[in-house]
């Protein structure tokens, strides 16, 4: 039997092991830049376990998200586990470690991208969407005329609070997106660069109401050219056939676009998806870290209104089990301690489905994620669910 690994946060003494660490683990390079080691890094924190020697046998990152839903920010994790750390115990303390860190730092729910999903689902993480990066043939893009009233131009980096605006305008009535507020990203705003290789406005009166941004590639421009559109975003239908006809005018020399797909976005709506083919999915994993701010924080439809009995299980954060009473009304929701035995006991991974809106109730009682009493209506649990999927539109 392999000995408990011991965990701790990582210190400045402990980057140069840790990123040859994460380096071994992810292919990237095991030699940190001439600053990593004299300071911390912004908008994270670390963790790390430890063997008895006192060697580093693993390591896990705590980024330190937003996330919209409906309308309200939620204080959010973003995970990072090393491949290494898995098996022996190791991945399970670090997660619990950086489940504890997170919610003393007020964060209420957590997403990652897993490289494989056992080790998550043993500690209450669940697939909740998928992240797609699709081709699309620069030629299949429909070609509209120009719209008197808009104008098309190229960005400096002095626009790039108005594209951070309208990213939020988007962003901010779903579900899961990230803010990209916060030391993460401070940096998009704190130089005078553009972040891509170019970034194409629409404007309406001098109002930004769409962009795309996108990296040239250094592929040339024959056939195997590619445009990668990092974001194609837009408020108004004119703005996207603006948008989509910009992009359709690389054909020359770049006659495939990369892009991700926001689903129900304006510019979904006006792609021929039947041409796409698919690059690239990721799914992308949910978690409560505190199931009462969870629900507390986050925005909900206004038209939904219930109250709901279960109790939940969590071997991990313990301050996330016991029997709760969900209470829906006028826009928000509060869980409350439930008094009596509930009929409905409902495991972590099915609550981080059901609160991400990427199942129903009654499939979760087939995956024996959600057990109930005899005659008792399990779909009463949908009221977690209300509000529709969530969607993860960067990938970390």
Do not use: I
């Given at each position: 039997m392999h000995p408990v690994a011991a965990v701790r946060e990582l210190t400045p003494d402990d980057i140069?092991?840790?990123?040859?660490?994460?380096?071994?683990?992810?292919?990237?390079?095991?030699?940190?830049?001439?600053?990593?080691?004299?300071?911390?890094?912004?908008?994270?924190?670390?963790?790390?376990?430890?063997?008895?020697?006192?060697?580093?046998?693993?390591?896990?990152?705590?980024?330190h998200h937003e996330q919209w839903w409906s309308g309200r920010t939620v204080s959010a994790v973003g995970v990072a586990?090393?491949?290494?750390?898995?098996?022996?115990?190791?991945?399970?303390?670090?997660?619990?470690?950086?489940?504890?860190?997170?919610?003393?730092?007020?964060?209420a729910v957590s997403a990652l991208y897993p490289t494989?999903?056992?080790?998550?689902?043993?500690?209450?993480?669940?697939?909740?969407?998928?992240?797609?990066?699709?081709?699309?043939?620069?030629?299949?893009?429909?070609?509209?005329?120009?719209?008197?009233?808009?104008?098309?131009?190229?960005?400096?980096?002095?626009?790039?609070?108005?594209?951070?605006?309208?990213y939020e305008r988007v962003a901010r009535h779903r579900r899961g997106m990230l803010t990209r507020r916060g030391e993460l990203f401070d940096h998009l705003g704190a130089t005078t660069a553009l972040p891509t290789d170019g970034v194409t406005l629409v404007e309406d009166?001098?109002?930004?109401?769409?962009?795309?941004?996108?990296?040239?590639?250094?592929?040339?421009?024959?056939?195997?050219?590619?445009?990668?559109?990092?974001?194609?975003?837009?408020t108004t239908a004119d703005a996207v056939r603006e948008l989509v006809s910009v992009l359709a005018r690389w054909r020359s020399v770049a006659?495939?676009?990369?892009?991700?797909?926001?689903?129900?976005?304006?510019?979904?709506?006006?792609?021929?998806?039947?041409?796409?083919?698919?690059?690239?999915?990721?799914?992308?994993?949910h978690r409560p870290v505190d199931v009462t701010r969870a629900v507390r924080e986050r925005g909900w439809p206004p038209h939904a209104r219930g109250v709901v009995d279960f109790t939940l299980d969590d071997d991990l954060a313990?301050?996330?089990?016991?029997?709760?009473?969900?209470?829906v009304a006028d826009g928000a929701a509060e869980l409350r301690?439930?008094?009596?035995?509930?009929?409905?006991?409902?495991?972590?991974?099915?609550?981080?489905?059901l609160y991400a809106g990427a199942t129903t109730a009654e499939s979760l009682v087939h995956a024996g994620q959600l057990r109930h009493g005899p005659g008792v209506d399990p779909r009463a649990l949908d009221l977690?669910?209300?509000?529709?999927?969530?969607?993860l539109l960067d990938y970390f």
């Open positions: 140069p092991a840790a990123w040859t660490l994460g380096g071994h683990a992810f292919g990237s390079d095991p030699q940190p830049p001439p600053d990593a080691t004299t300071r911390a890094r912004p908008g994270m924190t670390g963790y790390g376990a430890f063997d008895p020697a006192g060697r580093l046998c693993g390591k896990a990152v705590d980024l586990v090393a491949p290494e750390a898995r098996g022996r115990g190791v991945a399970r303390a670090l997660l619990a470690a950086l489940l504890r860190g997170a919610r003393e730092r007020g964060a494989t999903t056992g080790p998550y689902r043993a500690c209450g993480w669940e697939v909740a969407g998928t992240l797609r990066t699709v081709d699309l043939a620069a030629a299949d893009l429909p070609r509209h005329r120009p719209a008197p009233h808009l104008s098309v131009r190229a960005a400096g980096a002095e626009d790039m609070p108005a594209v951070a605006g309208l009166a001098g109002e930004l109401v769409g962009y795309a941004s996108w990296d040239r590639g250094r592929g040339g421009y024959g056939p195997d050219s590619v445009l990668t559109v990092e974001d194609v975003l837009a006659p495939t676009l990369r892009l991700r797909l926001l689903d129900g976005d304006a510019v979904t709506a006006q792609l021929p998806l039947e041409t796409v083919r698919e690059h690239r999915q990721q799914p992308w994993m313990d301050w996330n089990t016991g029997a709760w009473r969900l209470e301690p439930a008094t009596g035995e509930p009929a409905l006991h409902l495991s972590m991974r099915g609550f981080a489905q977690l669910a209300v509000g529709g999927p969530a969607h």
